[in-house]
């Protein structure tokens, strides 16, 4: 029986990965976010869609540049704190976690130490229309910490420890099992 | 220590949960294709980042609507088949699996049996730049299986036995257990 629920209950959506979203303030230090409304495109880029009223959205339009990064249990509450307070207000949020950075060999942006996996990224355009608005970026590189390949260098997700945001109740939640194969699973109706 | 993977490092993206864009063509047939590019954007909107090419998107142009809906285990063949098979090349796809549809209540789009939740919207617009190709859709209801919802009424993605496409394996994934709580963890930095 199924129970309609309003247009409302969308809320902050179905649950989906919750990122890192790393870049450089005017005077180099360090700004992260904590987004979970991302998604590849279909041409292979990635699109973010970020606040235009963020500290990371001026950075992004400055720098042109930014880096997200899967976030494990080892920083969920470092996470959880940057998806609390605004880098306008807390100039120095990232600084009071005690977290490091270093800066991206290929991007104008911070790789946060700790990090499974980061996706460094060039800004292509910030995408504006009535009703929409996204951070458009192409990939220039993958980094993932060796600990999450397997044995022949292909990442695991679940040794990442990804996480993911969960708004119908407000947790974050790991990742579960393996119960089938893409392009495998459906041969059957073929 | 951090490996550099490429730029295309990270395959079609990190695991994401698998969506049924469910839409109907002139003739009322049912389509359903499989889809894990997709993200909220705006308050009550989703973005779906979908190719030109595909008969889900012709149908969205024509209908002015659709409806996304999560999978769970039961739905995990047919729709990893509808991932598969393209509408252009085999039109009652979706007839060959046998699932059932009923019209929408609220938008001119199938809501398929046994989704554990679905999104019913309405087209909101086309983006197109050179770079990026999106439908948004606006969220007109949200729409769930009773069997979904905890004692109070909400959205329980354990319950809706949501699956996750996870690309650097090709499999398919289940959500795991609670690792805390959003905006709670980080506190202690506030």
């Not at chain 1, 292909?154 to 990442?160: F, G, L, V």
């Not at chain 1, 974050?172 to 059957?188: F, H, M, N, Q, R």
């Not at chain 2, 085999?90 to 789009?109: E, M, Q």
Request: hydrophobic share 40%; charged share 20%.
């Amino acid at each position: 029986m199924m129970k309609n629920l309003g247009p409302n209950a969308f809320g902050y959506g179905y649950p989906a990965p919750v990122l890192m979203v790393g870049t450089y303030n005017d005077d180099g230090t360090v700004n992260v976010m904590n987004l979970h409304e991302c998604t590849r495109t279909n041409a292979g880029h990635l699109a973010c869609c970020i606040g235009p009223r963020s500290k990371t959205h001026e950075n992004v339009e400055k720098r042109r540049a930014f880096t997200i990064a899967l976030v494990n249990q080892n920083l969920i509450k470092e996470v959880d704190y940057f998806g609390t307070v605004t880098g306008y207000t807390n100039p120095d949020k990232f600084a009071k976690t005690g977290l490091k950075a270093e800066k991206s060999q290929f991007v104008n942006a911070p790789i946060i130490e700790g990090s499974p996996l980061v996706i460094e990224c060039e800004l292509i355009e910030v995408v504006y229309t009535n009703n929409f608005t996204t951070v458009l970026a192409r990939i220039v590189n993958v980094a993932a910490d060796e600990s999450v390949l397997d044995n022949r260098g292909r990442i695991d997700s679940h040794k990442t420890g990804m996480l993911f945001f969960d708004a119908f109740s407000n947790s974050y939640i790991a990742l579960g099992e393996k119960v089938g194969t893409a392009w495998s699973d459906g041969k059957k109706y073929l | 220590m951090m490996k550099d993977l490429g730029p295309s490092g990270a395959n079609y993206g990190h695991p994401m949960p698998v969506l049924m864009v469910g839409t109907y063509d002139e003739n009322g047939t049912v389509d359903v294709m499989n889809l894990h590019w997709c993200t909220m954007s705006e308050d009550g909107h989703l973005t779906l980042c979908l190719g030109e090419i595909k008969k889900t998107h012709e149908n969205i142009k024509k209908m002015g609507a659709f409806t996304v809906a999560l999978v769970n285990p039961s739905l995990m063949k047919e729709a990893d088949y509808f991932g598969i098979m393209s509408g252009y090349k085999v039109p009652d796809k979706f007839a060959r699996t046998g699932l059932n549809a009923v019209k929408s209540a609220h938008v001119n789009a199938p809501i398929i049996e046994g989704s554990p939740l679905v999104y019913e919207c309405e087209l909101s617009e086309i983006v197109k730049t050179g770079h990026f190709h999106a439908v948004i859709g606006k969220i007109i209801n949200v729409v769930a299986d009773e069997s979904v919802l905890d004692e109070n009424g909400r959205l329980d993605a354990k319950k809706t036995g949501m699956l996750l496409f996870d690309s650097f394996s090709n499999n398919y994934v289940t959500l795991g257990e609670k690792a805390g709580e959003a905006w709670k963890e980080g506190r202690k930095y506030v």
